[in-house]
């Protein structure tokens, strides 16, 4: 079997266990139904109570969903020298990585990033008095040759039921759909390729380590295999998410929690925390590679996201300081690419 790199190892508490505790699954709700409000009621009780839940009849076209796997395999498949002439840099964080480290210890996965508009402007660094900005860009691999057209096809796609997911949780809270919606108009979102390998050591490594989005909504496509956790907030239980054919994962993040503070970072601040983001992990597995792809739903650059003013009166205070998105992004940019003597910034370091 061989020995295993010391930077993949987790620590003792964090490592997975061959058990779990069957607690119940996160909710599958069906966006086809017809009741608006028995719709918004589900969602929201969602958001509350797991902070994940499934989609179906969400309407991107399953052909569309079909192309991008197609594309995602090809692009994985060649070999690493081929793969890093598109390879990302702490300056461009677009492109291809068999690198990144969650919490400090190195993921047992490769990833390929694009931006879903071309390029995008961000602080050059976290510094505070720091005005300059950076543009990141999109890099495009020669091969596969309808790699390019068919992942920002399915970018437009998601996207939109990104906008329709938003505004089913913003009246979940009470808020207009589209009170979030202008945040969005010079947008960091992006959407991530993962390809997780076949690993021999399931008990030390973890394909992406527990951590929280920083995004305000992550739409996730997985394939079979199966493999991601979400730590049950009642319990403190790490539950498998089954795969359901044709479903999307919808996690929200950060932003919605200080908000309502990523969106999921987002979404937890936006929410001043009624919805909150919760952790997340990927177990590997030992005979079978793994695919995944997420669209994180980032707002643009110079939003600055704090509690929303309809959630916040006398017996609800705010609970977080207003921030910056980008300079959040660039924080956090910065520990993707090595191990750092401390943790990333995290959405509990603007609580008041």
Known sequence: MGDIDPAFIQSTEHR????????GEIPIIDLSESEEEELISKIGKACEEWGFFQVINHGVPSEVSRKVEIETEKFFEQS?????????????????????????????????????????????????????????TNQWPQYPPHFRETLEEYAREVEKLAYKLLGLISLSLGLAADKFHGCFKNQLSMVRLNH?????????????????????????AQDDVGGLQVKRKSTGDWIPVKPTPGAFI???????????????????????????????????????ERF???????????????????????????????????????????????????????IHHFRI
């Open 196 to 220: 997780y390998p076949s690993c021999p050591f399931p008990d030390l490594a973890l394909g992406v380590g527990r951590h929280k989005d920083s995004s305000a909504l992550t739409v996730l």
């Open 250 to 288: 919808i996690n929200v993040g950060d932003v919605v929690q200080n908000e309502l503070g990523s969106l999921k970072y987002v979404v937890m601040s936006w929410s001043n925390d009624k919805y909150e983001s919760v952790e997340h992990r990927v177990v590997v597995n030992t005979e079978k």
């Open 80 to 136: 690493t020298e081929e793969k890093r002439k598109v390879k990302r840099d702490e300056f461009n964080a677009m492109g291809y990585h068999d690198g990144e480290h969650t919490k400090n210890v190195r993921d047992w996965k490769e990833i390929f990033d694009y931006l879903v508009q071309n390029t995008a402007q961000v602080p050059s660094s976290h510094e505070p008095h720091d005005t300059q900005l950076r543009t990141l």
């Open 292 to 346: 995944s792809i997420p669209f994180f739903f980032f707002p643009s650059h110079y939003v600055m996201v704090k509690p929303a003013e309809e959630l916040v009166n006398e017996q609800n205070p705010a609970r977080y300081r207003e921030y910056n998105v980008g300079k959040f992004y660039a924080n956090r940019n910065r520990s993707d690419f090595k191990k750092r003597d401390v943790d990333n910034i995290q």
């Open 16 to 23: 997975p266990k061959a058990t779990f505790v069957d607690v």
